[in-house]
């Protein structure tokens, strides 16, 4: 098939969307599929474009059997909900000539819109629509719905202006997916139908996350102790990653020479987070770590932290959970007992009230002194992982929804 995938980001973004489009571009490539990309300079978890990359010039590049396009995006170094929607429209503005462009030569069978960024969306249509093509939106986040929620976009004409703009767009795609069981509801109640949704989770190689055999080479690395017990944060560090709650967990725990807190990742709340930690014994602020030292870094932990703010529920699911899972590993989430995320991890690790360092604390508490629950919720946490989060299962199956959508046989 000849395929056109649209979105602000790809590889080689380390995590987030850029990572999961990154990685469906490589297989579907791989199976031999003509596979052309439309994406931002590569900015993300860290805010600034990475080296090597400019955030004002289009560039032709070639990662492996795929062709991408890069397009030049403004990236504030401090996002705000204004600087946000700058962002967002700098790009849909900045890639439409080039996304007409492509459905013209490519001439795709199917174009592939993921948003963010919703803007995007209609340029996608359109260039598959010039050539007879369908169209495949995927939805990672709800970004109007929690742009609103979190604050950072306000105005009652302003939200229903949006909301029904959304709602076009949805109307006018072919298919329409998203991430999980509870955004699927909400596509449905935004008024897509039964026959154009898709379930198309976020997945995990387990083959390369899995559960270590031997202590992992970072407790050398970190000077831990052989008995110390590891709660560990791994990933991006912003708004709607509810990282306060990361902060009151540690003062909590401080002083109890058995668990060590390991906060690892980039984005715009890890000065704040520096901040707030400064002077706590017992805690480590690391980098994101590479891809190829990944499997080592999740099994370092003994507990993974997975917090949320209460208002992106059901907004988002976190991608980095299907890593966590994968390792064998239990996971504490930040979340109401009735969304999502909290049935993702129902069985696999403990659920806390969203925001609530204390709960937080004293389920980090609870599992440091049970190894065997730790070791029952580890194991049920890899199960998961290979019956849901598995990532050849869930693209072979896209790859033949997408031949169906495309006229294969």
Same mark, same amino acid.
């Given at each position: 098939?000849?395929?056109? *995938?649209?979105?602000? =980001?790809?590889?080689?973004?380390?995590?987030?969307?850029?990572?999961?489009?990154?990685?469906?571009?490589?297989?579907?490539?791989?199976?031999?599929?003509?596979?052309?990309?439309?994406?931002?300079?590569?900015?993300?978890?860290?805010?600034?474009?990475?080296?090597?990359?400019?955030?004002?010039?289009?560039?032709?590049?070639?990662?492996?059997?795929? +062709?991408?396009?890069?397009?030049?995006?403004?990236?504030?170094?401090?996002?705000?909900?204004?600087?946000?929607?700058?962002?967002? +429209?700098?790009?849909?503005?900045?890639?439409?000539?080039?996304?007409?462009?492509?459905? #013209?030569?490519?001439?795709?069978?199917?174009?592939?819109?993921?948003?963010?960024?919703?803007?995007?969306?209609?340029?996608?249509?359109?260039?598959?629509?010039? +050539?007879?093509?369908?169209?495949?939106?995927?939805?990672? %986040?709800?970004? *109007?719905?929690?742009?609103?929620?979190?604050?950072?976009?306000?105005?009652?004409?302003?939200?229903?202006?949006?909301?029904?703009?959304?709602?076009a767009i949805y109307g006018g795609f %072919?298919?329409?997916?998203?991430?999980?069981?509870?955004?699927? %509801?909400?596509?449905?109640?935004?008024?897509?139908?039964?026959?154009?949704?898709?379930?198309?989770? =976020?997945?995990?190689?387990?083959?390369?996350?899995?559960?270590?055999?031997?202590?992992?080479?970072?407790?050398?690395?970190?000077?831990?102790?052989?008995?110390?017990? *590891?709660?560990?944060?791994?990933?991006?560090? =912003?708004?709607?990653? &509810?990282?306060?709650?990361?902060?009151?967990?540690?003062?909590?725990?401080?002083?109890?020479?058995?668990?060590?807190? +390991?906060?690892?990742?980039?984005?715009?709340?890890?000065?704040?987070?520096?901040?707030?930690?400064?002077?706590?014994?017992?805690?480590? #602020?690391?980098?994101?770590?590479?891809?190829?030292?990944?499997?080592?870094?999740?099994?370092?932990? %003994?507990?993974?932290?997975?917090?949320?703010?209460?208002?992106?529920?059901?907004?988002?699911?976190?991608?980095?959970?299907?890593?966590?899972?994968?390792?064998?590993?239990?996971?504490?989430?930040?979340?109401?007992?009735?969304?999502?995320?909290?049935?993702?991890?129902?069985?696999?690790?403990?659920?806390?009230?969203?925001?609530? &360092?204390?709960?937080?604390?004293?389920?980090?508490?609870?599992?440091?002194?049970?190894?065997?629950?730790?070791?029952?919720?580890?194991?049920?946490?890899?199960?998961?992982?290979?019956?849901?989060?598995?990532?050849?299962?869930?693209?072979?199956?896209?790859?033949?929804?997408l031949a169906r959508l495309a006229g294969?046989?």
């Amino acid at each position: 098939m000849r395929l056109l *995938v649209y979105g602000l =980001n790809a590889a080689p973004e380390p995590i987030g969307i850029g990572k999961y489009t990154g990685e469906m571009v490589a297989w579907l490539a791989g199976r031999g599929h003509q596979v052309r990309v439309i994406a931002a300079p590569p900015y993300y978890p860290a805010w600034r474009v990475a080296e090597g990359w400019s955030s004002w010039a289009w560039r032709r590049e070639r990662d492996r059997d795929a +062709v991408l396009f890069r397009c030049p995006h403004y990236v504030p170094a401090r996002p705000s909900g204004f600087k946000r929607l700058l962002h967002l +429209v700098s790009f849909a503005w900045s890639s439409l000539p080039v996304a007409l462009w492509q459905g #013209l030569a490519h001439r795709p069978e199917v174009v592939i819109a993921v948003a963010p960024a919703l803007a995007t969306a209609p340029a996608a249509w359109a260039a598959a629509r010039l +050539v007879g093509g369908r169209t495949w939106l995927h939805v990672q %986040d709800f970004e *109007v719905d929690a742009a609103f929620e979190l604050g950072l976009l306000k105005g009652r004409w302003m939200r229903r202006l949006a909301l029904a703009l959304e709602r076009a767009i949805y109307g006018g795609f %072919d298919r329409v997916s998203s991430i999980s069981a509870r955004m699927m %509801d909400r596509l449905e109640a935004k008024g897509v139908d039964e026959p154009r949704r898709y379930f198309l989770p =976020n997945w995990v190689d387990c083959e390369v996350i899995r559960p270590l055999t031997q202590p992992s080479p970072f407790r050398a690395r970190l000077g831990l102790p052989a008995d110390a017990v *590891v709660a560990l944060y791994s990933g991006n560090m =912003n708004e709607k990653q &509810g990282i306060g709650v990361l902060a009151d967990l540690a003062g909590r725990i401080a002083g109890r020479s058995s668990i060590t807190v +390991v906060f690892a990742g980039e984005g715009p709340a890890k000065s704040r987070l520096r901040d707030a930690v400064a002077g706590i014994d017992g805690v480590h #602020l690391l980098p994101l770590q590479p891809a190829e030292a990944l499997n080592d870094f999740l099994g370092l932990a %003994d507990i993974h932290l997975l917090p949320q703010r209460a208002d992106a529920a059901d907004l988002v699911l976190p991608s980095k959970l299907g890593g966590m899972l994968a390792s064998g590993r239990p996971v504490i989430a930040c979340t109401a007992t009735d969304t999502g995320l909290a049935a993702a991890v129902g069985g696999c690790g403990l659920v806390v009230a969203p925001g609530d &360092g204390e709960a937080m604390a004293a389920a980090v508490l609870r599992l440091a002194q049970a190894p065997e629950e730790r070791a029952t919720l580890g194991a049920a946490a890899r199960i998961r992982a290979l019956e849901v989060w598995d990532r050849q299962g869930i693209l072979e199956r896209f790859e033949a929804d997408l031949a169906r959508l495309a006229g294969h046989r």
